[in-house]
């Protein structure tokens, strides 16, 4: 793979963005940490990632990206051959060398809700450290997640520099696709206090925006607000999505029908009508919850917003009785689920990523094994990590893992599809029928064409569709 120049010209302007070769440390070296790292890199900066996990360091030394991304490890391996990417767990020694220190550490929720900042502020204080007799202007960026009290902590922290600015650049990666939200991003958010520090940054960004006006820059309380605010009206629509998808099932109605309908407004479109399973992931049930916290810390109470989270676990409970329920009734030879082995698609939250974090499937296979039921389950990525997660609750002993799609359906009293995988849509239907013991296809995701799974003698639940049985 070819390393980019720093060099793009603005298709809505005469003007050339004249980028220059930066030096940026960037520290963690998670899902928000390694993208923005390799993808710097790939266009020409000197890029020096860091962690305090000795072994995932060495992993990245040679290449092995420790997650499940499209293109990531690409751009890790052409980092490393062309020179443009170091990973180390030396955080002083990346600092001083680095005009740009950028924050890419988690922030998980405390008892409250809130963010906790002291992995944030860990890392701010290490990069203090580092720069400490240094003059010459620095930047601490924070990718990270937070609100703006934790902005304003970090602040204070670096405050007797007066050499340093402190930066918000939210990042707006979606899992599956982070590379190329990155290299392509809809917008990029900076906030600062002066123009030199905006500048700075936006140099960083000017290989990948095209348009300038897709670049915005602003204060940092309003830069971080942009970030909580997109993150919890995408899980509002979700949310409601699936509370009206429920009311579809219980009247009749056909929530297909009723989503092509609804989104030919203007003013709603079709992005994120699909109705699933229930959301999951490291960001939207968080992000949530921490606005819930602080608006609480600032004298606020929410009505909305503040309920969406216990909408979504409801939510992931209701698909499980979906499943449960026609045990007791509609295939009932022997009531419920004891005894009976149920065959799953699909553990991680979403495709293309092997995140098992709020994974609906966690929810989902709990509540069924708690009613009896023995799972079959395949994932092609998200295996070890759903083994883990499961062996958390005590339950993996009820779960057995197949690297087969097949396999996990063979003698299984039903099917139930949990991730939207591409290797899930077109099934051998012929196969899938003579393997399944109770041809009854659960699918969460509504992605299969029910057409085709009634054709072959299949009774099919859809999230928001009902049960449709062959003729």
Not at 59 to 80: H, N, V, W, Y
Not at 344 to 355: C, I, P, S, Y
Not at 433 to 453: M, N, S
């Amino acid at each position: 793979m070819r390393i980019a120049t720093a060099k793009r010209k603005s298709e809505n302007s005469n003007t050339t963005h004249q980028g220059y070769l930066m030096k940026i440390a960037v520290i963690g070296t998670g899902y928000v940490g390694i993208v923005a790292g390799a993808c710097w890199a790939n266009v020409g900066h000197k890029v020096t990632c860091v962690d305090i996990d000795a072994a995932k360091i060495a992993m990245l030394s040679k290449g092995i990206s420790p997650i499940f991304e499209p293109d990531l490890e690409d751009r890790i391996t052409a980092g490393l051959r062309e020179k443009t990417l170091h990973f180390t767990t030396d955080i002083t020694s990346a600092v001083r060398d680095s005009e740009v220190s950028i924050i890419a550490v988690g922030t998980p929720s405390d008892p409250d809700g809130a963010f906790n900042s002291r992995y944030v502020l860990g890392a701010a204080k290490a990069i203090g450290d580092a720069c400490r007799g240094l003059t010459d202007p620095r930047y601490v960026v924070i990718r990270s997640t937070i609100n703006t009290d934790i902005f304003k902590e970090v602040r204070d922290l670096l405050a007797e520099h007066s050499n340093i600015s402190v930066v918000s650049c939210p990042e707006f990666l979606a899992q599956g696709t982070a590379v190329r939200d990155f290299e392509r991003p809809d917008r990029v958010v900076i906030g600062a206090d002066t123009e030199q520090a905006l500048q700075t940054v936006r140099s960083l960004y000017t290989d990948f925006v095209v348009k300038d006006e897709r670049i915005f820059m602003m204060d940092p309380a309003s830069a971080i607000m942009v970030k909580i605010t997109s993150n919890n009206l995408l899980y509002n629509r979700i949310s409601a999505v699936n509370e009206v998808a429920r009311v579809c099932d219980a009247t009749g109605a056909d929530w297909k029908k009723v989503r092509l309908a609804v989104g030919a407004d203007h003013r709603i479109g079709y992005e994120f009508l699909h109705a699933g399973p229930g959301v999951g992931g490291s960001c939207f049930g968080k992000d949530n919850r921490d606005l819930s916290a602080l608006a609480t810390r600032k004298g606020l109470a929410l009505e909305v917003l503040s309920n969406v989270d216990s909408s979504n676990t409801q939510h992931k409970h209701y698909f499980a009785e979906s499943v449960i329920a026609p045990y007791y009734d509609i295939f009932s030879d022997a009531p419920g689920l004891q005894g009976r082995t149920l065959g799953v698609w699909g553990l991680a939250f979403k495709a293309n990523t092997d995140d098992m974090r709020e994974a609906a499937s966690i929810t989902i296979l709990h509540d069924l094994i708690k009613r009896g039921a023995r799972i079959r389950a395949h994932d092609p990525a998200a295996i070890d990590r759903a083994r883990q997660e499961f062996t958390a609750l005590g339950i993996t002993d009820r779960i057995q893992y197949c690297t087969d799609k097949y396999d996990a359906v063979t003698d299984a009293d039903g099917l139930v599809v949990l991730t939207e995988w591409p290797i899930y849509k077109n099934p051998d239907y012929p196969e899938l029928k003579e393997r399944l013991k109770q041809p009854v296809i659960f699918d969460g995701r509504a992605i299969l064409k029910r057409e085709d799974v009634l054709q072959h003698g299949i009774v099919h639940y859809a999230m928001g569709r009902g049960f449709a049985y062959p003729r």
